[in-house]
């Protein structure tokens, strides 16, 4: 064995410190979910009746607290004659036994006092006879009220606050140490257990009472230099994996939510896998890689997962494939205003026990000179630790089997192994769409003549982020629309995205595939509609004022944004500054004109950065970058004001369109997804599509014309709201009609206007 020239600390010790962090983490982050979903398994005041049930009553409530007494009060008595009769070392190891009980007891109760965390049974949820009204959980130590002081929890306390007996022991007598931890351990559940079976606690109540008397009683017999000792490779594999395992909570809190026995016993084999997994990985790791490596990569992995974890505990979206595209395509003002400070800190938080694990404790000692035997002992570790994480995988495959097929999106919330696998997938599949040779879906296409002489501009607007539930000409309470109700629009009131991103949407919304028959590499594998009709002989413009056109378009397409003093300010522009771009198109002489506007529109989570500080038609809302600042309904006031400027921008649109009697002239509508504010717990965008949340995938779509356009289109349904269902999928035969483009792709009898004359 060689000797490390850097000290380090016992692997028991590195524990204190993992201890006091998760403690820590507890207390900033609620588990809420998963203790709701523990406490059905255990708790229903109704049904099961626990608390009157004399064993924990008595023995467990009454008699837990008289043994603990019993062995503090033998503690004492031995500590008075170990001093009496100048045993100074057991002396010292029984006061300091005092010391870490009368402490943790201490901050215990001083927690319980300053914190407002209800008890199981002070919730309607589980209990008929004790509810009452009261936050569940209130973890910045606010709205304390008599009822609610249940954290931590105070019998659990009973049982670990006589985790000092085995820092003792592991100082007088290390043989004992294990038995006496075995024996506090069992003794503090046994305690807890009981108490989550009354209904008096939830599961992180006493997970955080262990946690604490452990780090309590660890730094109060902190080792001096003398004692230093360093960790071998196997207790480093070990240490590595409890962070990273830990990250994976938001799944094991889905599972545990389908709260059956059989559900639960599939909890605590996905645990042991997961855990055993990543044993056997660093056990590879710290053997074989450089002496700093494993260190980075346990780096690496726990802030990937920890920041993938805080974004979907904020905003409720998970890091699909299609979301990572979507964060890729971003640009760096966007992505700025999601990554604020209430994300960094959260990252911190989850990812600082394995940062303390990788780098404050430098020297891990690795075997030298290792013979055969020793080599197959070291490789029949890792290969039994392998077959015993697949036995707790097989014990419950048919139960997580079924459980993660029928909710997919769980496979995404095992962190960080679902964000690498996100971001692999997206940067091996996918390519730069914007510059590929695309497939050509008609060679030939061509331009059908009609009876109007009249040039031909339409003007589609592609809406960013605006959700159908927010849009006044749908009904919604606040009128959100006023401006466009007053332009005669014809308003679908039924309209399904074909996607929850900008990313997915985009592109399909273009294409001849849809959400029908989606197929993203088949997308954009084919040239575009624009790409057809441009080359049918139309005029296509796109004016971009986001982060592009996600290869709807061509760069031939494209056009800057026509910035003016008024509407664009530190190099971004409000929606209104594309006004400009349709002035220069009706100044053009082409004689059939399809100018594309991508809009900010919605664009979150400043929505209140889309508009003009002056325009807040209904209150000034939420100011902050950061949802989490501000109340959820000043947020939805936020949204509701920018849903309220895009009324505003269409309709000075539809103005500047009706003015011109020369042409005919169209102006189309659509947002490219929804938007969550709240339901459900859910922010923002990019959920699953296979989740049909309707906050995400019904958006709005309008439709106007000059009065000569409505004669060359035939369209004589009057303005007003159309409840015929259409999709992104009619987008395309929408513009092959409006344009007059004869090509193969077409379909015309899912064109808009087919339906607007087929629902007279």
Known sequence: MKTPSLPSVRPVDLTVVLAALYFL????????????????????????????????????????????????????????????TNRQPLADALIR??????????????????????????????????AEVITPFSWLFTDVSSQGRCWPAGHASTGFCLFGLFFAARRLKKPWAGWVFTAVLLFGSLCAFGRM?????????????????????????????????????????????????????????????????????????????????????????????????????????????????????????VMTPDMVRNALSTDWREATE??????????????????????????????????????????????????????FLLSQFSTLAAFMRNQKEARYLIEPPAVIYSFVRTLVSDGTPERKERLVIDAAPSLVATASDKPLLIVMVVGETVRAADWGLNGYERNTTPELKRRGVINFTDVTACGTSTDVSLPCMFSRVGRKDYDRDRILAEESVLSVIDRAGVTVRWVDNQSG???????AMETAVTRNTADCRNGVCWDRAMLGNIDAALKTAASRELLVLH??????????????????????????????????????????????????????????????????????????????????????????????????????????????????????????????????????????????????????????????????
């Open 25 to 84: 983490t507890l207390t900033v982050v609620p588990f809420e979910a998963l203790d709701r979903s523990f406490a059905r398994l255990l708790f229903n005041y109704g049904s099961a009746g626990w608390s009157e049930a004399w064993l924990w009553a008595v023995p467990l409530y009454g008699g837990a607290k008289w043994t603990a007494g019993l062995i503090v009060a033998a503690v004492l008595f031995f500590a008075v004659k170990a001093y009496r």
């Open 97 to 130: 036994t005092l010391a870490a009980v009368l402490l943790s007891l201490s901050l215990m109760l001083l927690m319980k006092n300053f914190s407002g965390v209800a008890c199981p049974w002070s919730l309607p949820e589980f209990s008929a006879k004790h």
């Open 197 to 317: 079976l009354q209904g008096a606690h939830f599961l992180s109540h006493s997970v955080a009472s262990l946690l604490m008397e452990f780090a309590v009683a660890g730094l109060i017999f902190w080792p001096d230099a003398k004692d230093e000792k360093v960790m071998n490779v196997t207790q480093a594999a070990f240490f590595a994996a409890v962070p990273l395992t830990l990250l994976a909570l938001p799944f094991f809190s889905e599972l545990a939510s389908h709260s059956t026995l059989k559900s639960f016993t599939a909890l605590i084999a996905s645990l042991s896998f997961f855990g055993l997994i990543w044993v056997g990985v660093f056990l590879v790791l710290v053997r074989w890689m450089p002496r700093c490596g494993w260190r980075w990569v346990l780096a690496v992995l726990a802030l990937v997962g920890a920041g993938a974890d805080a974004f979907t505990t904020l905003y409720g979206t």
């Open 338 to 391: 999601l990554v604020g400070l209430r994300w960094a800190l959260r990252t911190l938080v989850f990812a600082l026990p394995a940062l303390v694990t990788a780098f404050a404790f430098p020297t891990v000692v690795r075997p030298v000179g290792l013979t055969m035997k020793d080599r197959l002992r070291w490789g029949g570790t890792a290969f039994a630790v392998t077959v015993l994480a697949v036995a």
């Open 549 to 555: 056109c996600k290869g709807a378009c061509t760069d």
């Open 599 to 760: 809009s900010m529109g919605n664009h979150g989570p400043a929505y209140w950065r889309r508009t003009p500080p002056a325009f807040r038609p209904f209150g000034e809302g939420c100011l902050k970058d950061d949802l989490g600042e501000c109340r959820p309904e000043d947020v939805v006031v936020s949204y509701d004001n920018a849903v309220a400027y895009a009324d505003q921008f269409l309709a000075a649109a539809i103005d500047k369109l009706s003015a011109v009697k020369d042409r005919d002239t169209v102006l189309l509508y659509v947002s490219d997804h929804g938007e969550s504010l709240g339901e459900k717990g859910l922010w923002l965008h990019g959920a699953p599509y296979w989740t049909h949340l309707s906050e995400q995938t019904k958006v709005p779509m309008i439709l106007w014309m000059n009065d000569s356009a409505r004669r060359r289109f035939n369209v004589t349904r009057p303005a007003g709201n159309v409840d015929v269902p259409v999709t992104h999928d009619n987008l395309a035969d929408t513009l092959f009609e409006l344009t007059g483009v004869r090509t193969r792709a077409a379909q015309p009898q899912e064109s808009l206007l087919t339906r607007l004359r087929s629902d007279r």
